[in-house]
């Protein structure tokens, strides 16, 4: 065999081999990409995302979407192939596995906890909307969950509302931990609470739950990596009780991300006049009961799914903008929000024609 054939068919072979190896060779990494867009002022599925009733609704045009990003499964093994075609695409980003699915967690895991802080959202955006607008909404603490195996098991429910921690009124989720934590491991600690099914017999009557019950738990050590402290088993929350009924449809969706656009929505829905004068507007970011906006995953497959949709701005968390700038879809104009007060203002610029005046996003923030 001459040398030169010899030379290229040794070379044909070994990128070959170097092909099969990059296909068979699994890689640390998933994918996220763009996902799907949905109009919170239109439909979704044949029915409206935002249903309102029991107060004074409006009409509203252009658009006001909320973004989201598709991810790989947990149990995706990419080759390496695939991971190097990954970072050469514009449209989707590569990110090591872990980032996506910490700790091991599976699959059924990471929905049910998007199921959860979706579910989330929908009440902070509902809460956050209302404040904006000065309708009263009430609100209380709650025991979110109960730690299997825990001291509070059996003791405290999902629901149950708590009032005080050993007499001190608790008035925020976090005055609960603050209270707990106070004792040593070992010592009891007195939580007073309406039991769960006492607050949705009173909600269902319209009513104020009155009876109340002191339950009596010994607290333990806990067992994460943080400094040791006295325990007792739950996460609280908050809910709330609304003076009419709004209902968001949206399946399919998980993750807190969605909280700013629903709440804007939800203010547009109720206020005369159109928030975004006819422009397709869309956004991105987490949102408290106080209408603070916190940044998300993925705001550079949301950008370019955004304009990919025909968005010409996009409201970005302050926390996000120095990383949606560096790759800015051309034609979109990246607008950053701390509050919903900056958002209502920013779309009163864009609808008036102000865009000047606009707080744009820089690579610097």
């Not at 996506?100 to 699959?107: H, I, M, N, R, V």
């Not at 998007?114 to 956050?128: D, G, I, R």
């Amino acid at each position: 065999m001459p040398r030169r054939t010899a030379t290229m068919l040794a070379s044909t072979l070994m990128l070959i081999a170097l092909l099969c190896a990059g296909v068979l060779i699994p890689v640390p990494y998933a994918e996220m990409s763009p996902g799907p867009t949905v109009n919170t002022l239109g439909e979704h599925d044949g029915e409206p995302v935002l249903q309102v009733s029991g107060h004074r609704t409006y009409p509203a045009d252009g658009h006001l979407n909320m973004t989201t990003v598709r991810v790989t499964s947990a149990d995706f093994r990419m080759n390496l192939v695939e991971a190097v075609y990954g970072w050469l695409a514009h449209d989707t980003k590569v990110v090591p596995h872990d980032t996506l699915y910490p700790d091991g967690k599976t699959e059924e895991q990471s929905t049910q906890e998007n199921a959860e802080e979706f579910s989330q959202s929908q009440e902070s955006a509902k809460v956050a909307a209302l404040k904006e607008l000065h309708i009263p909404v009430t609100s209380w603490v709650i025991v979110s969950t109960v730690i299997k195996d825990s001291p509070a098991e059996g003791r405290l429910h999902a629901g149950d509302v708590i009032k005080a921690v050993d007499g001190t009124p608790v008035k925020q989720p976090s005055d609960v931990a603050k209270l707990v934590t106070k004792h040593k491991p070992g010592q009891k600690v007195v939580f007073t609470v309406v039991p769960a099914k006492e607050q949705a017999a009173a909600e269902k009557a319209h009513r104020t739950a009155t009876r109340t019950q002191d339950v009596t738990i010994t607290t333990t050590d806990s067992d994460d990596k943080g400094a040791h402290r006295a325990i007792v088993g739950i996460s609280a929350g908050t809910d709330h009780t609304f003076p009419f009924t709004v209902d968001i449809k949206l399946a399919d969706v998980g993750g807190p991300s969605a909280g700013l656009m629903f709440s804007l929505g939800i203010y547009d829905k109720l206020t005369p006049g159109s928030l975004t004068g006819g422009k397709f507007i869309a956004g991105t970011g987490t949102i408290d009961d106080d209408g603070t906006v916190g940044p998300i995953g993925g705001i550079e497959m949301k950008t370019v799914g955004a304009r990919a949709k025909g968005a010409q701005y996009f409201l970005t968390p302050a926390d996000n903008c120095a990383s949606a700038a560096k790759d800015t879809p051309s034609g979109l104009t990246l607008v950053k929000v701390k509050k919903i007060g900056d958002a209502l203002d920013a779309l009163k610029d864009i609808r008036e024609g102000r865009t000047a005046d606009l707080p744009k996003c820089t690579t610097k923030g």
